[in-house]
Structures are given as structure tokens and as C-alpha cells.
Nanobody, 125 residues
Framework: QVQLVESGGGLVQPGGSLRLSCAVS????????IGWFCQAPGKDRELVAV????????HYTDSVEGRFTISRDIAKNTAYLQMNSLKPEDTAVYYC??????????????????WGQGTQVTVSS
């Protein structure tokens, strides 16, 4: 059974940090690109960051470039999103997603096959 389980969300003050984890079961990250998405109240879900199958390439939305870092640990079958210098506008539910893709260096922005249930991130003083 395929499962993606996010954890690590919570309440943090502006300027603080969080590290989100995405534990995967039912398939190996070695063959999947991983994306992190967020959805704020009243807004559409949007892409935050992507890491390619090879792990060599990453892509970030402009608003998080330089503050967030996506990574993965193949041995632990877990992906991560390190979030630094958090801002109130980062408040959202964060989801991880996976897609099987043949191009190992591609960073897809659409077409994800599997999704987690989400974890809430609230940035507030």
C-alpha cells in the first residue's frame, strides 16, 4: 500500500525554522521525483519545491528560494523540506507528493501520482 505521511508542522514565530518530513512506504524514492506543495486558506494548492529522481536537480517557487531546501534520504525512504526564515505568508497546509518519472534529472511541476494527507504550518507571533 502506497503511503506518504508528512510530519514536522506546527506553530513557529516569524523568522523561525521548521523541518517537514515525508515518510514514504509502498514504493522506493529512488525512482520518484518528490514535490512539496502548500495550500493556504481560500487559495489554490501551489508548488513549493521539487527534487528530481537523481537528486541532482531542485526547483523552488520564487517566494521560498533561498529560504527553503528540499532533500531526500533514499536509505530512510524519506523526503524533507527545511524551512528557514519563515514568514506569516508561509502559513498553509503542506503536502508532499511523488511521481514516477523516467527522466531522472527532471523537476516536474504537475502530474503527481501520490499525495500525503498534509501537515499544518502556522507562522505567527
Amino acid at each position: 500500500q502506497v503511503q506518504l505521511v508528512e510530519s514536522g508542522g506546527g506553530l513557529v514565530q516569524p523568522g523561525g525554522s521548521l523541518r517537514l518530513s515525508c515518510a514514504v512506504s509502498g514504493f522506493t524514492l529512488e525512482y520518484y521525483a518528490i514535490g512539496w506543495f502548500c495550500q493556504a486558506p481560500g487559495k489554490d494548492r501551489e508548488l513549493v519545491a521539487v527534487i528530481s529522481v537523481s537528486g541532482r536537480n531542485t526547483h523552488y517557487t520564487d517566494s521560498v528560494e533561498g529560504r527553503f531546501t528540499i532533500s531526500r534520504d533514499i536509505a530512510k525512504n524519506t523526503a524533507y523540506l527545511q524551512m528557514n526564515s519563515l514568514k506569516p505568508e508561509d502559513t498553509a497546509v503542506y503536502y508532499c507528493a511523488a511521481t514516477l518519472i523516467l527522466e531522472r534529472d527532471s523537476t516536474p511541476i504537475i502530474g503527481y501520482d501520490y499525495w500525503g494527507q498534509g501537515t499544518q504550518v502556522t507562522v505567527s507571533s
